[in-house]
């Protein structure tokens, strides 16, 4: 567990309600991961993040954190959904291009068909599913929503970059469509460290848990690695 949930857990009967408050929200036949975003212009040198000069490390953390925990996941039975955004000219809102215009920011990155727009560190296997987004959030404009609901599923888990625009906008929309949702603190990742931490504690205050990677193993799996739920 996170050092922040282990201060909150006070005794054993509140440390056994919250294993089983989380192993509900986490029932992996019922959950989803989306990791959003995770792609060149946002993670890799080269990439857009990297040309207007902002820092690509956190991202290229996350990526790596993602890279152990994906595999995992998918023993476990979780439904991965990789998200990528399309940001060609096409695409855009008015109001976007002239947000960006007005703060000097190039709108040539993660376009369809180039690298920048390619996965980065993590691909979709066999069974994974891939939503394309023209907006930040993942469920604006898409079939996200009919594809989590034609499955079944009731909880979101969500990673990737960036912490603060496309994971925050994604997870506010999973709350706001009924969702149960869990960021993954360690498998996401922003330029500015500041930001990353005020929106986790935004989402611990407001829409959502924030645990690590490894926090989702531990309660999904018995020691013989076996899935467990809750009665």
């Known amino acids: 567990m996170t050092e922040k949930m282990r201060e909150?857990?006070?005794?054993?009967?509140?440390e056994s309600m919250d294993r089983d408050w989380l192993i509900r929200r986490l029932d992996p036949?019922?959950?989803?991961?989306?990791?959003?975003?995770?792609?060149?212009?946002?993670?890799?040198?080269?990439?857009?993040?990297?040309r207007i000069g902002y820092d690509v490390s956190a991202g290229q953390a996350a990526a790596r954190q993602l890279e152990t925990f994906l595999p995992q996941a998918r023993r476990r039975g979780f439904q991965i959904i990789f998200v990528k955004c399309h940001y060609d000219r096409a695409y855009l809102p008015r109001v976007m291009v002239e947000s960006y215009q007005h703060k000097g920011l190039p709108l040539d990155y993660c376009i369809e068909g180039t690298w920048g727009a390619e996965f980065y560190g993590v691909q979709?296997?066999?069974?994974?599913?891939?939503?394309?987004?023209?907006?930040?959030?993942?469920?604006?404009?898409?079939?996200?929503?009919?594809i989590l609901r034609s499955n079944g599923m009731e909880n979101v888990v969500?990673?990737?970059?960036?912490?603060?625009?496309c994971v925050d906008s994604t997870?506010?929309?999973?709350?706001?469509?009924?969702?149960?949702?869990?960021v993954l603190d360690d498998c996401c990742g922003t330029y500015d460290r500041r930001l990353h931490e005020a929106t986790m504690e935004n989402i611990r205050r407001a829409f959502g848990v924030?645990?690590?990677?490894?926090?989702?193993?531990?309660?999904?799996?018995?020691?013989?690695?076996?899935?467990?739920t809750a009665d």
């Not at 969500?158 to 625009?165: E, K, P, Y």
């Not at 929309?173 to 869990?182: E, L, P």
């Open 8 to 14: 909150e857990l006070q005794n054993p009967e509140r």
């Open 29 to 50: 036949q019922r959950t989803a991961v989306l990791v959003v975003d995770v792609q060149n212009d946002f993670c890799a040198e080269g990439g857009w993040y990297d």
């Open 124 to 146: 979709p296997e066999e069974g994974d599913l891939v939503v394309t987004k023209h907006r930040y959030s993942a469920f604006v404009g898409t079939n996200m929503d009919l």
């Open 158 to 165: 969500v990673a990737g970059v960036a912490t603060n625009i």
């Open 171 to 182: 997870a506010r929309d999973a709350y706001m469509r009924d969702y149960r949702v869990t």
């Open 210 to 228: 924030v645990v690590n990677s490894q926090d989702v193993i531990e309660v999904t799996a018995g020691s013989d690695g076996s899935a467990v």
